[in-house]
Every structure is written in C-alpha cells, then in structure tokens.
C-alpha cells in the first residue's frame, strides 16, 4: 500500500507568549513542517518580536511563512481533518485519543481509502495531496475554547504523569509534530561519523599471532600447553568485530609486551 499523503498546519489560538510563537516554529522545522497559522495572538507583531526571533532558534523561514488570521475559519481553509489539544478529556465532544493512537487509526482508514478506490502502488505519486491535517492549539492561559474543541474529529492527549500534565505550547507541539512525522515515515537517523572499517581475516590473523607471542613473553602462555588459550581468544575477537583501529591498538599492546619482557630479560 502506498504511503498516505497529508497537508499538515498547525494552528495557535490567541497566543499570547511571544516566545511559544518562537518555539513553535522551531519545533515545526526540525520535524520538517512549515505551515503555520496564529489566530487572533496578543501580539499584531508577533512573527516580528526579538523575543519570537531567539526562540525560533534559527527557524526564521517558518516565520516568514507563517500568517496571521482573525478567525479560527480563516486558519482551516483547505483542512479536512481537525485534531483539537487537550490535557483532560470533555464530557462531550470528539473522541479522545492519544496521538499515536489516533495517527494509526487515520493513516489505516486512509490507506483503506486509496484501496477501496483501486489506486496502484505507482500511481500514488502523482496524486493530489489526500487530506488536510490541522493541530489546533489554544491560548496558554485557557486552552482550548469548548466550542472550538467540538468542531474538531479527535481530541489529541498526550500522555504524561497524572499529577503533573503541564506541558509548555511549544514542548506540547514538539511531541505531536514527532509522532505525526514519526506516523508519516519519520527521518532517517543521521551518523556523525563515517561507518568503521572493519578488519579482515588476514588482519584479526596477524593480530593474533603478535599476541600470542607477546603472551608467550610474559609467561602468561606456556607453548608447551596451550590449551584452548588462543581459539577462545580468536572466538572473543571474532565476536568483537574489530575494527582496523582497533586492530592497530591491540597490536600495539602486543608490542609493548614484548619490549617490556626484552627489557626485564637484562
């Protein structure tokens, strides 16, 4: 089945913390989304606010992006799917989920989509973006409003300890823009290091040879009675998976073992 394709927004309403607009849109970059909408914020200059530029850390093309609304409506033109943000459940309302839970059962129910309508594997590139996600998030003060919440198909919960569930906007948009990038495919993880050089049995071979002598130096190893010294010592290092470095290292050990015997001989 083909991957799902979503127009993610993420959606503040009435912020009123210059710099959760900051964090938000930091939050948003590093889980590779740039659709941002404020409702109606304490601030008309809000995208412009040293405050919001520090806490962007570097996510100014969020920023510059994002716009700036007077209604709720105006922020979800073109969104066909609604997730509201709320710490406690409503008595009425939408479901409420957890994001993880709830990403699973909209990527299922889309993907039953794409193959009830007999789309092919190849063909899904090419297809229009499916539905229009939007995570609404309310002021920091008060939430969500009820009458906004009940608009929305899911109540999303994020799972946290029960006696203490107060998470920062833009900690609370981080987790979700995660595991709704995580849902979608996620990023690979990026190495800081190229892969290591592994040694190769001529190398491992050599290594323990120059050992063996350097062990036989030191009296650790009677070559009269070697028992199962040197197949065990391979069976380590096989299981090891040396690396050439460490290889380099090793033999370099064996080295000193055998100057410090030559010199303890005279």
């Not at 309302?93 to 309508?117: N, V």
Request: net charge neutral.
């Amino acid at each position: 089945m083909p991957t799902p394709t979503f127009r993610t927004r993420f959606v503040l309403i009435q912020t009123s913390h210059a710099g959760n607009v900051g964090a938000a849109a930091r939050a948003m970059k590093v889980m590779g989304f740039d659709d941002l909408v404020l409702v109606a914020p304490r601030w008309a200059n809000v995208l412009r606010r040293e405050e919001t530029i520090q806490r962007a850390s570097g996510a100014l093309d969020v920023l510059e992006n994002a716009r700036i609304v007077e209604t709720l409506d105006e922020a979800l033109d073109g969104m066909t799917h609604l997730c509201a943000t709320a710490m406690t459940p409503r008595d009425f309302g939408p479901p409420t989920r957890t994001p993880r839970e709830h990403f699973d059962l909209l990527l299922k129910q889309e993907r039953s989509a794409q193959y009830s309508q007999g789309l092919e594997a190849e063909k899904a590139s090419s297809l229009e973006p499916g539905q229009g996600v939007a995570f609404l998030f309310g002021s920091e003060r008060f939430g969500m409003r009820n009458e906004d919440v009940y608009r929305c198909h899911v109540a999303l919960s994020i799972p946290t300890n029960p006696k203490f569930g107060s998470l920062n906007l833009g900690a609370a948009l981080q987790v979700i823009a995660y595991d709704w990038r995580v849902a979608l495919g996620g990023y690979a993880v990026q190495a800081a290091t190229a892969p290591p050089v592994l040694a190769d049995v001529p190398q491992v071979a050599g290594m323990l040879t120059h050992l063996e002598q350097a062990l036989t130096a030191i009296g650790f190893l009677d070559p009269a009675a070697p028992k199962k010294l040197m197949p065990r010592l391979n069976a380590l290092f096989n299981r090891a998976e040396l690396t050439q470095e460490e290889i380099h290292i090793l033999r370099g050990v064996a080295k000193a073992m055998l100057e410090t015997a030559d010199k303890a001989k005279r």
